[in-house]
């Protein structure tokens, strides 16, 4: 598919995992037969993932793999209908983790401290986590979207084998979009949990954070999940108080990113800062500080002379940085 198809005009265009184009057709999914009908056709094609990374076919621009060739590689654990593109329809195989081998790797790079994944006598296949595939553009966009909507859908159903309601065993239902439980009737439905991002501004001044674990120099829009009860603006200033002390005034939502590790929203805003006055909690954030626009604008295109960076391009926080450096906040 054409990258260029998915694009929208929505303010979150170009961001990594954020241009999925499948029609999902979630009116065929109570339909078996026609999902079977689908799964058989010769252009159908399917993730594969196996310990939440994608197999596929070594320098193809694809996500996907035809639907015998992800076949081939085990029986799926979970499957699900995602949808259909102009290609045909697609789905998503969680394969067993034997599927994959973890070998060692001379590489400092590598994946998992100097390991990599990789499929047992299968050279022409590579193993690809979904933030290397996002970032170093491995794949066209709307197939990073593809591989974005599978994880998360995988990932949700590894984790909900039984019914939160009873603990009995539940059972996949609706073309993977529901999981039943036999003994109490519950249904249960995938999740998404919604995570604010917010960049608050004050003049001509934009306040960043560091966690301990980012890499080293990188500041970032301060973010955190929402709670139950809470509207978005409210979740965004009760984050920016607790974690850097800062009152805010009025909140605009700007655009919104999926981020499947595992399955998350990000809501993307900015917030109007009250006064310049902070108070770094010291434990989601080993420091937060004001940064006036010229310094953003140095970090954007990688000359800081502090060695500072903000996260990179397919991020969120990344796209609310440029909108405000370029005074569109
Ligand atoms: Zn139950």
Avoid at 225 to 246: C, D, S
Wanted: aromatic letters at 6%; a negative charge; one cysteine or more.
């Amino acid at each position: 598919m054409d990258a260029k198809a998915t694009r929208t005009g929505d303010p979150s265009d170009g961001l990594g995992y954020a241009q999925g184009a499948l029609d999902r057709r979630s009116d065929l999914r109570a339909d078996a037969a026609a999902i079977a009908a689908l799964r058989e056709r010769p252009d159908a094609r399917a993730l594969a993932l196996s310990r939440e990374v994608a197999i596929l076919r070594a320098g193809s621009d694809r996500a996907t793999l035809p639907r015998g060739e992800a076949e081939a590689l085990g029986a799926p654990v979970e499957e699900a209908f995602l949808g259909l593109d102009a290609e045909g329809p697609v789905f998503v195989f969680g394969l067993p983790d034997d599927a994959l081998d973890l070998v060692e790797d001379p590489d400092p790079g590598a994946l998992i401290d100097r390991r990599k994944l990789v499929v047992p006598g299968r050279s022409d296949l590579a193993a690809v986590d979904l933030r290397a595939l996002a970032q170093r553009g491995l794949t066209n966009p709307a197939e990073v979207g593809i591989a974005a909507q599978g994880k998360a859908l995988v990932g949700w159903h590894r984790r909900h084998r039984f019914c939160a309601n009873c603990g009995a065993p539940t059972k996949a239902a609706d073309a993977g979009w529901r999981r039943d439980c036999a003994a109490c009737g519950a249904q249960h439905f995938p999740r998404t949990d919604p995570v604010v991002i917010m960049l608050a501004t004050r003049g001509g001044r934009c306040l960043l954070g560091r966690q301990a674990r980012f890499p080293v120099g990188m500041y970032s829009a301060l973010a955190g999940f929402m709670e139950p009860g809470e509207t978005v603006e409210q979740a965004v200033r009760r984050e920016l108080g607790e974690e850097a002390g800062v009152a805010c005034g009025a909140v605009r939502y700007h655009s919104s990113q999926p981020w499947p590790f595992p399955a998350n929203l990000m809501i993307g805003c900015f917030a109007e800062a009250l006064d310049d006055r902070l108070t770094v909690d010291g434990k989601e954030l080993e420091d937060a500080r004001w940064f006036g626009r010229d310094e953003i604008a140095a970090m954007l295109e990688g000359r800081h002379p502090g060695g500072l960076t903000p996260p990179g391009p397919i991020a969120i926080a990344h796209r609310l940085l440029s909108v405000w450096a370029a005074g569109g906040a």
